[in-house]
């Protein structure tokens, strides 16, 4: 069995705001995709990674991992218009021996190889899915949308209060990170079935009525998505080049 892993890696970060695409973006001088790259790289059961780059960056994405120790052999395929055109380029591109596919987001540099490993295990148990999971800390409550409400356009940082409906019991709920893997034929079909987007790769998955699993995520794997997510993972590799670790 061969296992390799896809880095969507071609959004242009435009929550975290203005700059070079976000998997471009550095932590402490290095860019995140080589965290990620390098994060499923020494993961034990990964044998190739797949990256689909910003659409005019390949060569640029190929030279910068070139330039780094990543540990395993690295393919750099153009990106999509959205991340599951970017996830299908990628799939394009992987050699037929593959037979287990892990997703993992650029956006999530400092997830543990360790966690990378364990939900690889889950796929090679005969889990056709398998997602990363934790618990919410938050009390979350449905609200009613309003389009009567007062117009808020992309520039309007005021939002009108929104009428709270319920509160959503959610000792049920899972919030759910990256990598997520799968039988490459399950992963493959979803994908060619796929009408619209969905917003994780296992979504398609449950669209076809197959089976999902969920494994015990990592606080690690966070998504850089807005700026004050860099400054915590500066912070997360200060505590570990503190605590030896790599
Ligand atoms: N992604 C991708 N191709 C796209 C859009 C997104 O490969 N067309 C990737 C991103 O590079 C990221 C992952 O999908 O690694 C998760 O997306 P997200 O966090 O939304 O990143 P961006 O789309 O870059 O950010 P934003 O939505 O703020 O612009
Ligand atoms: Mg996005």
Redesign the pocket.
Known sequence: VTVAAIV?????????GPGQ???LRTLDGVPMLVYAVQALARARLVELVVV?APLTGVAEVEALLASHDIGAPVLVVA?????Q??VARALEALPPEVDVVLVH???RPLAPSELVDAVASAVLAGHGAVVPGLAMTDTVKRVALSNTGPNTGPDDDEQAPEQVLETVPRSDLRCIQTPQGFDRAVLTKAHAAAEDTATDDAGLVERLGLPVVVVAGSADAF?I?RPIDLLIAEAVLRERRGSGAR
Not at 8 to 16: F, I, K, S, T
């Open positions: 969507p890696a071609a959004g242009r970060g435009e929550r975290l695409p976000k998997a689909a990106g999509g218009e959205h991340r055109d970017s987001d650029a956006a998504k998505t």
